[in-house]
């Protein structure tokens, strides 16, 4: 059985091939499971919460997100660099590091661990779900891992009241699905970044969704992806969108509006696809993970051109963007 130290190193270096980054991904959950004393799955593991700002998925999904190999180890890749830099700048005190929505594992920041000591890095950890932080709280108990903790905190991360908004140099959530779709990612980065200082790092620094239309080519599964216009950012910046709006952007007051020109040649589904640029050099492009799969939205992408396309970001039914298309009078 390998320790912390060996699983984190294989994870975070890139030489090794996908098959032994995913086997070091079972063990690690094995590890977290056993620190945890969670089953990882079942019918009290599923215990989603619906609020307002979304859904916060259950115990079994957020362990789940662990074994989206291309997200995790990326993520954990991104964190370290940005952790590197922040020592780099300021050496002489520890990195302050809230993880919003950290599941039953903190699995983004948690093997790092193995790398940094507590006068370099120490956590503010917030999770809504009551199991989830159950488990967060036996993990962390262990007298290797319990110097890391600044807080741990049980709570809403959209209502989230800190002693100390101004030390955190770092917010890392990822509390998302494709596409922005259902879960808290956007009102959590919302509400949290205003409140940190001007420099703080946003782990992913932005989330691209965008309009295109894709084609299978050739009988081997290939698909064309034609990227037909962004959409929405979400960034420190907040949700804007690189198209004019006549208001604040992409809310329902003030929709975004475009003409998709007729090309013959565009042909497909049409989809929302997504982007994400988490830290540094760490990207997750079209169908690396889970989280940049596309979304179909209209079946006939070559048949959309030609139209208007009309959006927006809503909460109801539940959070995602809300579209319409029409025909040209
Ligand atoms: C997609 S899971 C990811 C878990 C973990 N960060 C990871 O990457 O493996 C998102 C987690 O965030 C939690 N969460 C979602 N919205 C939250 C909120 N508003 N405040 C605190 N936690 C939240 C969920 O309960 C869930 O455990």
Redesign the pocket.
């Given at each position: 059985m390998k320790d912390l130290r060996q699983l984190a190193d294989i994870l975070l270096d890139a030489v090794h091939a996908p098959i032994v980054q995913m086997e070091t991904l079972g063990e690690l959950k094995a590890f977290l499971l056993s620190r945890t004393g969670i089953k990882g799955e079942g019918d009290d593991h599923r215990n989603d919460?619906q609020t307002e700002?979304g859904l916060?998925?259950g115990t079994e999904w957020?362990a789940r997100?662990?074994d989206d190999l291309s997200r995790s180890v990326k993520f954990m890749r991104g964190v370290d660099q940005a952790i590197k830099d922040r020592l780099r700048s300021e050496p002489n005190q520890p990195v302050e590091l809230l993880y919003?929505?950290?599941?039953p594992?903190a699995?983004?920041a948690f093997p790092l661990l193995s790398r940094y000591t507590p006068e370099q890095l120490q956590l503010t950890l917030?999770?809504?779900?009551e199991m989830?932080f159950g488990a967060l709280k036996r993990l962390f108990a262990h007298p290797a891992y319990s110097g890391f903790v600044r807080q741990l905190l049980h709570?809403?991360?959209?209502k989230l009241e800190l002693p100390n908004w101004d030390d955190i140099d770092i917010l890392l959530s990822?509390?998302m699905q494709y596409t922005l779709q259902r879960?808290?990612q956007v009102p959590?980065t919302q509400y949290l970044v205003p409140r940190l200082r001007d420099d703080v790092v946003l782990i992913p620094q932005e989330i691209k969704v965008a309009l295109a239309a894709l084609e299978m080519v050739g009988g081997g599964g290939d698909w064309l992806v034609t990227p037909l216009s962004p959409l929405l950012e979400l960034s420190k910046a907040g949700l804007t969108s690189s198209l004019t709006s006549t208001g604040a952007p992409g809310t329902e007051a003030a929709p975004h509006e475009l003409f998709l020109p007729p090309r013959a040649e565009v042909k497909g589904v049409l989809v929302l696809t997504t982007d994400i640029h988490i830290y540094g050099t760490e990207h997750l492009g079209y169908n690396e993970s889970g989280l940049t799969n596309a979304k179909s939205i209209h079946h006939a992408g070559g048949a959309a051109v030609g139209r208007h396309f009309k959006w927006y970001y809503g909460y109801t039914p539940e959070p995602g963007i809300v579209w319409e298309m029409w025909d040209s009078v």
């Open positions: 919460i700002a916060a998925i957020a997100c662990l919003a929505g950290t599941g594992f699995t983004l917030v999770e809504i779900n989830s709570a809403d991360c959209t990822e509390t879960e808290h959590i």
